[in-house]
């Protein structure tokens, strides 16, 4: 089965940028999309079809993917920005990612 | 207002049923696909099952094929979630998500657990 890994935590200064890798066999001929879930909420769609941002999403939000990886970029991060982010593909199936916690320190 | 609103869940003996529905409001429920996601407590998030518009297409994670069934009533603007056989390794938030390119609205979620 398909699988799609995250490193499971990352940490950042506010203001700074964030990374979040996620890695799949041959994931950049997939359409790769990100959410943010924090604590006791439900998951939120940041990012669709490698870097789209839906409505409502900060601009400082991007994403890329290409070969085997996804990533996912927060500029200028914020204490907000504190949460779970899970990527996510399509493979006759929907799979998650790992996910990674980011902390703002 | 985009809503998803899950029902159903609660406390399942091993071997148990549950069926959970989504009462969908907000979108023209009959124009898009609709998937169960879950999530075990303090884990990540777990695809379970995927249905199209017109119920033409299903989809099932390996971990829950043969026990759970996905379906949906248009007239009613409802997704459901048939399980079957539960197990304890099933305890967890259950969330309904509209698809449209991805899971671009979630439920709140609905807690089930296994346990005897």
């Known amino acids: 089965s398909y699988e799609l890994t995250q490193p499971p935590s990352v940490s950042v200064s506010p203001g700074q940028t964030a990374s979040i890798t996620c890695s799949g066999d041959k994931l950049g001929d997939k359409y790769a999309c990100w959410y943010q879930q924090k604590p006791g909420q439900s998951p939120v769609l940041v990012i669709y079809q490698d870097s789209k941002r839906p409505s409502g999403i900060p601009e400082r939000f991007s994403g890329s993917n290409s070969g085997n990886t996804a990533t996912l970029t927060i500029s200028g991060t914020q204490a907000m920005d504190e949460a779970d982010y899970y990527c996510q593909a399509w493979d006759s199936g929907g799979v998650f990612g790992t996910g990674t916690k980011v902390t703002v320190l | 207002e985009v809503q998803l609103v899950e029902s159903g869940g609660g406390l399942v003996q091993p071997g148990g049923s549950l069926r959970l529905s989504c009462a969908a409001s907000?979108?023209?429920?009959?124009?898009?696909?609709m998937n169960w996601v879950r999530q075990a407590p303090g884990k990540g998030l777990e695809w379970v099952s995927y249905?199209?518009?017109?119920?033409?297409?299903?989809y099932y994670a390996d971990s829950v094929k043969g026990r759970f069934t996905i379906s949906r009533d248009n007239a009613k603007n409802s997704l459901y979630l048939q399980m079957n056989s539960l197990r304890a390794e099933d305890t967890a938030v259950y969330y309904c998500?509209?698809?449209?390119?991805?899971?671009?609205?979630w439920g709140q979620g609905t807690l089930v657990t296994v346990s005897s």
């Open positions: 998500a509209k698809q449209w390119l991805a899971f671009d609205y």
């Open positions: 249905i199209s518009s017109s119920s033409s297409t299903i």
């Open positions: 907000g979108f023209t429920f009959s124009s898009y696909s």
